[in-house]
Nanobody
Framework: QVQLLESGGGSVQTGESLRLSCTAS????????MGWFRQAPGKEREGVAS????????AYGDSVKGRFTISQETAKNTVSLLLNSVKPEDTAMYYC????????????????????WGQGTQVTVSS
């Protein structure tokens, strides 16, 4: 079991940028699928981005491609999500998720593929 702690959420205006961070209690460089998901009020949880920390393979949801970037700082056991050109529809609670893996490919964005979750950090975008 790995503990995950998100940080960096807040309130921003349309078009601005924000960086979210997820720090894990385990050494994520050993091989983890790390992902970011979000859930807006009244909506289902949506996969935003994921990264295979050993092989660097990344995946993005269609709604954030070209605007959001997932990255890792292995030495700090941290995975970050840079949100650029944010829109009001990006408003949601953002959750970090993880799963230890030996898989070398795309971790995907299925919620059921991750078994460790953080408490979430709120992002609010005003127009």
């Amino acid at each position: 079991q790995v503990q995950l702690l998100e940080s960096g959420g807040g309130s921003v205006q349309t078009g601005e940028s924000l960086r979210l961070s997820c720090t894990a209690s385990a050494s994520t460089g050993d091989g983890y699928c790390m992902g970011w998901f979000r859930q807006a009020p009244g909506k289902e949880r949506e996969g935003v981005a994921s990264i295979n920390t050993r092989y660097g393979v990344k995946a993005y949801g269609d709604s954030v491609k070209g605007r959001f970037t997932i990255s890792q700082e292995t030495a700090k056991n941290t995975v970050s999500l840079l949100l650029n050109s944010v829109k009001p529809e990006d408003t949601a609670m953002y959750y970090c998720a993880a799963r230890w893996t030996t898989w070398a490919g795309n971790c995907g964005l299925r919620e059921t593929a991750f078994d460790n979750w953080g408490q979430g950090t709120q992002v609010t975008v005003s127009s």
